[in-house]
């Protein structure tokens, strides 16, 4: 049930674009065990003034190629299975892409069932006994 909002440079193709989301579905589904069908993504293209970034960050160099990938999903991942979901978007992205490592820029925010609604105003994921 991730949600992921992808925010890069303006002007890639549709191909690269495609790339970049099926390669972190991809990741999810390998390492978070998402069912397929659970895509629910947003691409932000954005213009170089909106695209914001140091040149250098923890030692890591950064460049116009950045690309910012936010998830949130429900609880419950160990820190293990994160850094593997980390590992392997940025591996699947530039397997398909001309894009460093360096710039795979990932922030995971977590939250628990209730917090979701996947349509008709309802929460799916919470059980009838909670209130």
């Not at 190629?65 to 994160?82: C, F, V």
């Not at 398909?96 to 209730?114: A, G, R």
């Amino acid at each position: 049930m991730p949600y992921v909002q992808i925010s890069l440079m303006r002007g890639r193709t549709r191909e690269s674009i495609k790339n970049i989301s099926d390669s972190v579905h991809q990741a999810l589904i390998d390492e978070f065990k998402i069912p397929e069908l659970d895509k629910f993504q947003i691409v932000n293209e954005l213009d170089e003034n909106n695209l914001i970034f140091p040149p250098e960050y923890l030692g890591i160099p950064h460049t116009k190629n950045i690309i910012y990938i936010h998830i949130t999903a429900k609880s419950g991942r160990t820190i293990q299975m994160k850094k593997k979901l980390y590992s392997k978007i940025a591996t699947y992205i530039c397997e398909k892409e001309d894009v460093s490592k360096d710039d795979i820029f990932i922030v995971l925010s977590e939250n628990s069932e209730e917090n979701w609604s996947f349509g008709r105003g309802e929460a799916q994921l919470v059980k009838e006994n909670h209130s």
